[in-house]
């Protein structure tokens, strides 16, 4: 917060507003995770063969035989209801996570419970914040389920109309957004389109 306040201080003793769009944003939000499931220990309870990388509302699973992969989904689903498990090549489209670093099955955590190592750092803190009355956090939920994981935007300046409040803004829309303020075409992998209400030409 101090940092913000010397940038716009900055900005403003340099009379430079009608030049700049600043905008805030963050990635993510927090939320308290109430339960924990170590997606090593599932494997092994559910009967599959593998290892498993636990990162708070997903873990990803790399098996002994991946072409088992929809039978061990099905497998891990059944042994944990408060968990969602696809085979890489069945993950929703809206996800984009079909990547191959993603493993062979991706295991999604229904918030609040978390994937963690059993006795791992985090694991020790999250029992003690819950002894302590203290809250660690996790992110990586469904935005649409979970509204603590919605992020930040602010901006302000050239472009921006004063006093303007948005509504709901999507991280996708972001990088049109600024290339629209920019006067240039946004990537050409871009999904996103400008923010409604946000946006001039650099020329003007």
């Known amino acids: 917060d101090v940092e913000l306040a010397r940038l716009i201080a900055g900005i403003a003793a340099r009379k430079a507003w009608g030049n700049v769009t600043l905008i805030v944003v963050s990635d993510h939000g927090m939320l308290a995770p109430q339960g924990a499931v170590d997606a090593n220990a599932l494997l092994e309870a559910a009967g599959v063969a593998g290892r498993a990388i636990n990162a708070s509302a997903l873990a990803l699973v790399t098996l002994d035989a991946p072409a088992d992969a929809a039978n061990a989904a099905r497998k891990?689903?059944?042994a944990e209801p408060r968990i969602r498990a696809y085979a890489r090549a069945?993950?929703?489209?809206q996800l984009r996570f079909a990547h191959p670093n993603a493993g062979d099955v991706v295991?999604?955590?229904?918030?609040p419970l978390a994937f963690t190592d059993a006795w791992s750092q985090f694991d020790f803190?999250?029992?003690a914040s819950a002894l302590w009355g203290g809250e660690v956090g996790v992110h990586g939920y469904d935005?649409?389920?979970s509204p603590e994981m919605r992020?930040?935007?602010?901006?302000l300046g050239r472009g921006v109309p004063a006093g303007a409040r948005l509504g709901p803004t999507r991280a996708l829309d972001v990088a049109a957004t600024v290339a629209r303020l920019l006067a240039i075409a946004p990537p050409t992998q871009n999904e996103g389109a400008p923010i409604a209400g946000i946006g001039v030409a650099a020329s003007q």
């Open 76 to 78: 891990l689903a059944s």
């Open 90 to 93: 069945q993950l929703p489209p």
């Open 107 to 111: 295991l999604l955590a229904d918030a």
């Open 125 to 127: 803190w999250r029992r």
């Open 143 to 145: 935005p649409d389920k």
């Open 151 to 155: 992020a930040v935007f602010f901006a």
